[in-house]
């Protein structure tokens, strides 16, 4: 398991900002995405940074685009909590 750090906690905002954005819980992306559902629990708290094919995967749990998760991540890096 990865530290938090400042990349793997935007991309947990932006992923749980899209999850909510299409009104999904963390178990019914992992049913589409083919993920464990506490694997998602731990990207969202960026506690674990994802591969390609795992933010593939998301994507296609949440139907987006990957250009869409990540103009999501930038705008996420660009404007931090």
């Known amino acids: 398991m990865l530290r938090k750090n400042r990349k793997n906690l935007a991309f947990g905002r932006a992923l749980r900002r899209l ?3 299409k009104h999904t819980t963390q178990q019914d992306l992992a049913v589409f995405a083919r993920l464990d559902r506490t694997f998602i629990s731990l990207l969202e708290r ?3 940074s994802p591969s390609l094919l795992t933010m593939l995967a998301l994507c296609r749990g ?20």
């Open 19 to 21: 999850r909510k954005a």
């Open 46 to 48: 960026g506690e674990n």
């Open 62 to 81: 949440l139907d987006i685009s990957l250009t869409e998760m990540a103009a999501e991540i930038e705008r996420e890096l660009a404007d931090p909590p």
